[in-house]
């Protein structure tokens, strides 16, 4: 029997909640036997909810919060003030260990806060940076820093590569995850202050793959598999991706749907492009984890749909069952143990 992954799940957050939670949380329990889900929410409406569908009552359990985190408060005054928030109780359960992960769409600043304070980083980190996974021609690449930290140092940048080297070749896979710095150009000296401080680091660095620095432009094509900048930098290159996604997309569909024509086209193609359309979603992929806490901690999309909540459900079962954060105190060589490390 496969090892059982409990993950707290916040109902109450993003433009969707909490319908677009609790229907994300169904599918992931239904296709996903190892999947125990606590829903945290307002108990009479998330309960509607759960009873008009045919969910697996011995492995979603409703847990009742009273207060909700708005976007537009204050992350830190918000995880002190609101103990009773869908957020706060779910990380307290990671904190506790009667969850494996914390999942939600909410207030991003909160997620932040609470996964430092609340959850708490693993001995050693400096600061867990947000790590989304972002899609290119050549297959998935981990960007990190993009929201987090928005002045960054050096070390911090060194260790993130490491981290999110880590994060790869156990999450999806890769031998020997190619290691890129965000610059302006390929030369060695280019770049401002903070680059050209991390390069030399990054490059004697042993327990990573370095290749040197990546311009925007060459992101998509897939030449590195971990992107490394401070969250400024990070968050103009995952908002500008998505802006342009959605903007080819639609100017897609509008020239495929522009005459009778182009609408047989399209219905001789709709298999193949709907294909093609899936890879490049980064959805797909689910959230973005904050790397470096003692339990897993994922934010998606303010708004995402059942699929996202799902995908995003799905990766915390990987994450635990590869033992992530294990790995990661090993590989960085931290004094954080095994217990600690784990326990949420």
């Known amino acids: 029997m496969a090892e059982q992954v409990t993950v707290a799940l916040d109902a109450m957050g993003g433009d969707n909640a909490p319908e677009e939670i609790v229907k994300g949380a169904v599918a992931a329990a239904r296709e996903n036997p190892e999947l125990n889900i ?12 759960l009873e008009a569908s045919d969910y697996p009552k011995d492995r979603i359990t409703l847990i009742p919060s009273t207060e909700v985190i708005s976007t537009d ?7 002190r003030r609101k103990r009773n928030s869908s957020i706060v109780i779910g990380m307290k359960e990671v904190h506790t260990g009667e969850a494996d992960c914390f999942v939600s769409a909410g207030n991003s600043g909160a997620v932040l806060v609470g996964g430092q304070v609340v959850v708490g980083k693993i001995r050693g ?31 911090w940048l060194v260790q993130w590569a490491q981290i999110g080297s880590i994060y790869m070749k156990n999450q999806l896979g890769i031998k020997n995850p190619r290691v890129a710095i965000v610059n302006v150009g390929a030369e060695d000296d280019k770049g401002n202050a903070l ?8 490059k004697e660095c042993p327990d990573i793959n370095f290749t040197g620095s990546i311009e925007a432009r060459d992101i998509p094509k897939g030449t590195a598999d971990v992107i490394v900048c401070d969250a400024f930098v990070g968050n103009v290159i995952l908002k500008m991706y998505e802006g342009t996604a959605s903007m080819l997309l639609h100017e897609i569909k509008g020239v495929l749907m522009s005459s009778v024509r182009t609408k047989i086209g399209a219905a001789l193609i709709a298999g193949p492009l709907k294909k093609t359309l899936k890879k490049f979603s980064a959805k797909e992929y689910g959230g973005a984890p904050l790397l470096g806490c003692r339990g897993l901690v ?13 995908h995003a ?11 992530i954060n294990q790995k990661i105190v090993e590989g ?3 004094n954080e143990t095994k217990p600690q490390a784990e326990r949420g």
């Open 195 to 202: 680059v050209k401080a991390t390069f030399p680091m990054l």
């Open 38 to 49: 606590h829903l945290i929410g307002t108990e009479d409406v998330v309960r509607k909810l």
């Open 73 to 79: 408060e204050n992350p830190t005054m918000a995880i």
């Open 313 to 323: 459900l799905k990766q915390c079962i990987t994450f635990k069952r590869e033992d």
């Open 125 to 155: 980190i400096d600061r867990p940076p947000f790590a989304p996974i972002i899609p290119t021609a050549a297959g998935p690449v981990l960007l990190l820093d993009s929201g987090a930290n928005m002045d960054a140092k050096p070390e």
């Open 332 to 334: 960085l060589h931290l």
């Open 298 to 310: 994922v934010k998606v999309h303010g708004n995402a749909t059942q699929a996202e909540i799902s």
